[in-house]
């Protein structure tokens, strides 16, 4: 038997880790703020640089008359008009003024139309998110086994995947493109210049919203897998999802052995009243009512103690200790059974019952006495 026991398994090894299980439930609220909260949020970079470009694209080409003007009205003033001022540093600090002024007005209302659409379409896709935990450094991320993972993942595979796509249709575009205005170039030479750079930004206008259309359905595409990835990375299991539950509403035996004992302090706290009390109505062995009533202080009687089955068994031997009087009425204990919490009077339709009671008794205490 010996020889066997280095061959024998400890079954308890191949159990579920940290009773975790496999993750298949969707994820929680809480479990969404917390990934949020985390700066984890997904968005397809793709479909921002596609409608960046298609913004890009667009605002030059609404803004190429207005460029052209510029140019023109630029190359006339300094052809023309300035080509007998003297070439000094004034003159050329002013010529490089000029010129920057000049690109600022072309290109500040381009780069100003990306912008709006940079931040619209990352707005569309994850809202306003403030987090500076991504940005704090992982020592996970210098580990080269994490970092080969990464590179020959799944996630690797489809962006490799799609950049080829992307390699591909561009340049089938950009072909199909020039091979349509294929016979325009050899026009260019009998053509005027402003012809000839209407004719260019005509071309590189259409290359641009067509691979623009292309990338915004390829970003589209992309929103959708990082959605199914992400919604992937937040699943939990069931274990999760009880140690959720757990530390939002508690642990549900403690919160049980909390009732239990809020339920036994009320219970004693009820009993040390019944010895307080006037009178006790039973049914007689399933219900016992004690009522107290002080003409001074009170305007009508009020429930003190209250109980069921043993508890008023309890509440009778209380009673009984204390020589309180026991008078059996069922109907009217299991009406104020019922109808009275315990620290509430006697409701103004029971008046007339539990006066009649309560004259019993005093005339029973004046025949003792």
Excluded at 79 to 87: D, K, P, V
Excluded at 116 to 127: E, F, K, P, R
Aim: proline content about 4%; charged content about 25%.
């Amino acid at each position: 038997m010996s020889e066997l026991l280095p061959w024998l398994l400890d079954l308890q090894l191949f159990a579920d880790d940290g009773g975790t299980g496999e993750k298949t439930e969707p994820a929680t609220p809480r479990r969404r703020e917390e990934a949020r909260r985390k700066g984890q949020v997904f968005k397809s970079t793709d479909l921002n640089a596609a409608v960046i470009m298609a913004a890009g694209a667009i605002a030059a080409y609404l803004l190429y008359p207005y460029i052209i003007q510029s140019l023109h009205d630029f190359t006339v003033l300094y052809l023309l008009e300035r080509t007998t001022s003297e070439i000094t540093i004034q003159y050329a600090n002013e010529l490089l003024l000029e010129v920057l002024y000049l690109l600022g007005r072309m290109v500040l209302p381009i780069m100003a139309a990306c912008f709006i659409a940079a931040l619209l379409i990352s707005y569309l896709q994850v809202g306003f998110v403030f987090s500076g935990e991504p940005l704090a450094p992982k020592l996970e991320r210098l580990n080269p086994v994490q970092g080969f993972q990464r590179i020959f993942s799944k996630r690797a595979l489809v962006e490799l995947l799609k950049s080829l796509l992307k390699v591909v249709i561009t340049g089938w575009i950009v072909y199909s493109v020039i091979r349509k205005y294929y016979y325009v170039f050899p026009r260019f030479v009998d053509m005027e210049l402003g012809a000839t750079l209407q004719v260019l930004a005509q071309i590189i206008f259409e290359m641009a919203m067509k691979v623009g259309v292309f990338f915004v359905v390829i970003g589209i595409l992309d929103y959708l897998y990082q959605w199914y990835e992400y919604e992937k990375s937040l699943k939990m299991s069931k274990y999760d999802v009880k140690q959720e539950y757990k530390e939002i509403e508690g642990d549900p035996q403690i919160k049980a052995r909390q009732r239990q004992i809020q339920r036994e302090v009320a219970m004693r706290r009820m009993m040390a009243e019944v010895p307080k009390a006037d009178v006790i109505i039973t049914n007689p062995t399933h219900f016992a009512v004690a009522l107290r009533y002080e003409v001074d202080s009170m305007e009508a009687p009020m429930v003190i103690a209250k109980g069921q089955d043993f508890l008023a068994a309890k509440i009778k031997e209380i009673a009984a200790y204390h020589e309180i009087m026991i008078v059996e009425n069922p109907l009217l204990a299991r009406t104020l059974y019922y109808s009275v919490d315990i620290g509430q009077t006697v409701p103004e339709e029971l008046y007339q019952a539990v006066a009649e009671v309560l004259a019993f008794v005093y005339r029973q205490k004046k025949k003792v006495l």
